[in-house]
């Protein structure tokens, strides 16, 4: 029976519509290829079905077209759960978690152990080749215990102090997905620390000379008016933050992140994106369309 010539109308608008999205994206994968790109992985995208096999298929895809994504992972909702289980409050000071030696030790289990290896096996049923890291394999974070100047004890919070990326270099040579975990060496005690993921993103960007920096979160970026989601910001010179702190544009939770990337592109990142990781495929429509998303800093 032949088709209706109405469906096949539709067949080949669909089909040219297809097209015209991947030549669209042709000069981005030219532009990226090669590349680094750090992803900093954690919220609604990591907890959300749906959005966590959107961002595995964004990652292996742009592995697959020779953009070199690194992954660097929390798992915070994975670590309250564990600690509920063995009857252990979360308790969090000045938005970090304060970290006692034993839940240190379900920080590092969680981190390293479940975390990591779940999103290892993802990949890998999305067609892609991962390898976990834990951030005190081969040296890559290295860390102090984190002070601050009003004397906050926060516990084994660590703040990195050096980062060598050669096992995560080793790791692209070869072709596969460097997932990291971010958990640190310790230098200044026997122990490993607990580390913020948006610092340890951010450094570990710096370190490979990454072209870009994104970090997924659960907002649709920079707001003006935090009640007003189209008042985002979708472009910022560094230069211009400072203004926006003082204005209370910036504050709250946002001002850590905001200071990652700045600090990642005043160290040779080209570009870094607050990206709203409530978005499916949020991360191809931020590098491979016209369209953009979330802030980006540059």
Excluded: W
């Excluded at 992803?39 to 953009?67: E, F, Q, S, T």
């Excluded at 400072?242 to 204005?247: C, E, S």
């Amino acid at each position: 029976m032949d088709t209706p010539i109405t469906e096949q109308k539709t067949d080949n608008m669909d089909a040219e519509l297809r097209a015209n999205i991947l030549v669209e994206a042709l000069p981005y994968i030219q532009e990226y290829y090669g590349q680094t790109v750090v992803v900093k992985y954690g919220g609604n995208a990591m907890i959300n079905d749906g959005l966590k096999d959107a961002v595995i298929h964004d990652l292996v895809l742009l592995n697959l077209v020779g953009v070199k994504v690194v992954i660097v992972h929390g798992g915070g909702p994975e670590i309250n759960d564990m600690l509920t289980r063995i009857g252990k409050e979360s308790k969090f000071v000045n938005g970090l978690r304060y970290t006692d030696r034993e839940t240190m030790d379900i920080v590092q289990m969680v981190l390293c152990g479940k975390v990591n290896k779940d999103l290892v096996t993802l990949l890998e049923k999305a067609g892609g080749r991962g390898i976990g890291l834990g951030g005190m394999d081969g040296g890559l974070f290295q860390a102090k215990r984190l002070t601050d100047r009003s004397g906050t004890d926060y516990g084994y919070v660590g703040d990195i102090v050096d980062v060598d990326p050669a096992p995560v270099i080793d790791v692209l040579q070869q072709g596969y997905i460097p997932v990291v975990s971010t958990v640190a060496q310790g230098i200044d005690d026997e122990t490993n620390y607990n580390i913020n993921a948006d610092t340890a993103a951010s450094k570990l960007a710096v370190a490979l000379g990454a072209k870009k920096l994104i970090l997924l979160t659960d907002v649709r970026g920079l707001m003006l008016d935090v009640n007003d989601e189209n008042s985002v910001l979708h472009r910022l010179k560094v230069s211009e933050v400072p203004k926006l702190v003082r204005d209370g544009v910036i504050k709250g939770g946002m001002i850590p992140k905001v200071d990652c990337c700045v600090e990642a592109v005043r160290k040779s990142v080209e570009r870094a994106t607050i990206l709203d990781g409530r978005v499916k495929h949020s991360i191809l429509i931020e590098l491979l369309s016209d369209v953009g998303a979330g802030t980006m800093f540059q």
